[in-house]
């Protein structure tokens, strides 16, 4: 089974819908980030969490939301969806052993159409 | 100008070839390094970190120039399963916080 995982898969909304996207991990890592990918813009992080009830913002968290209730859950949400919000989501998770070279480890995406 | 810019190719590679290309990040207290390689329509795995004095893995080998700022990826005896998008990011000190460059994308033919 996937560390990682992202619920749904592939979603197509309609303008001015609110969407949580869903992140589990089973890596027992503290740390969890929301990122967004476009065409040529590479990943850009919306907002992230050290612990449980942590929330920081990333560079581009306008329009979204975050809860992080559990170690292993995060969760992202939409509150009223745009088109420009179309793109594909990315979770991930690291270790805070206090290493520079912590890896994060990706889910599978979140393929996310606002018409 | 973007924080971490990368050529995004494609980079055409006879299998075989050896191919290089660069990444340059503009924040001069950036301090960890990495390579991650994308698959299409699949998430970054991490393919290497990037150390001052430069590292190897098998047929890849990274580089790091501090000081015209600049992080380098060669593979060697390309294979077709080389073929990705390869993201150049960036770590500054505090935190665990990631900058992604756009991603150089690599074909590998036959």
């Known amino acids: 089974d996937a560390d990682v995982t992202q619920t749904p898969r592939n979603r197509i909304t309609k303008t001015g819908k609110r969407i949580m996207l869903e992140c589990s991990q089973t890596?027992?890592?503290?740390?969890m980030y929301w990122y967004r990918q476009d065409p040529g813009l590479g990943l850009r992080l919306i907002y992230y969490s050290f612990d449980v009830k942590d929330i920081n913002k990333g560079e581009i968290s306008d329009g979204y939301s975050v809860s992080r209730q559990a170690q292993a859950k995060f969760s992202l949400s939409l509150e009223s969806a745009i088109p420009n919000q179309t793109a594909l989501y990315f979770c991930?998770?690291?270790?805070?052993?206090?290493?520079?070279?912590?890896?994060?480890?990706f889910g599978p995406g979140t393929r996310l159409t606002v018409l | 100008r973007k924080e971490v810019e990368q050529d995004p190719g494609p980079f055409n590679v006879p299998e075989g070839a050896t191919v290089a290309f660069n990444c340059t990040y503009s924040?001069?207290?950036?301090?960890?390094f990495f390579w991650y390689r994308q698959d299409c329509r699949k998430e970054p795995k991490l393919l290497m970190s990037v150390y001052s004095s430069g590292n190897e893995d098998g047929r890849f080998t990274a580089q790091l120039n501090r000081a015209s700022q600049y992080i380098s990826l060669l593979i060697r005896d390309s294979k077709l399963s080389d073929s990705a998008t390869y993201l150049c990011?960036?770590?500054?000190?505090?935190?665990?916080?990631?900058?992604f460059g756009g991603g150089t994308r690599v074909l590998v033919k036959p």
């Open positions: 991930a998770t690291s270790d805070s052993d206090g290493s520079s070279y912590n890896e994060q480890f």
């Open positions: 924040n001069s207290a950036s301090q960890s």
């Open positions: 990011v960036v770590r500054k000190a505090a935190g665990n916080k990631l900058t």
């Open positions: 890596k027992g890592h503290d740390r």
